[in-house]
């Protein structure tokens, strides 16, 4: 029996090498398609911070741009008021400010 017991150990430990011969390489693929998906993940994650950056730059560049096509329009309505002769009170009561608006004098007498 001694002999049989022997055989048995041996084959039983072939089989495990056999196996893990065999799993090994799965093993391996598996843990490196993990690390893969990870670098996937992280690199997906940064690449989506970066459009969600951009995204917030390209708002506030729009809002920019509404902004100033809306000064750039109201300064054209305010020449065209001034071309037809519209605009002729601003000439004569008040000051301009920096930005082209009417500002009225407190010593103007149009106030009282």
């Known amino acids: 029996m001694d002999t ?6 041996a084959v039983a430990a ?5 196996v893990l011969l065999v799993a090994m390489p799965r093993i391996r693929r598996a ?3 993990r690390r893969v998906e990870g670098r996937r993940d992280e690199l997906a994650g940064r690449h989506r911070d970066a459009a969600g950056e951009r995204h917030a730059r ?3 560049a729009e809002k920019q741009a509404r902004h100033e096509r809306a000064t750039a329009e109201l300064h054209e309505a305010q ?7 519209l605009a002729d ?12 608006r009417t500002v009225q ?6 106030r009282s």
């Not at 049989?4 to 150990?9: F, K, N």
């Not at 020449?79 to 002769?85: F, S, V």
């Not at 009170?89 to 082209?100: A, P, S, T, V």
């Open 89 to 100: 009170d601003q000439l004569h009561g008040g000051r301009g400010d920096d930005n082209g």
């Open 4 to 9: 049989g017991l022997i055989i048995a150990i």
């Open 31 to 33: 843990r490196e398609e």
């Open 58 to 60: 390209a708002q506030l």
């Open 79 to 85: 020449a065209e008021l001034h071309d037809r002769g």
């Open 105 to 110: 004098r407190e010593d103007d007498p149009a």
């Open 14 to 18: 072939a089989l495990v090498l056999l």
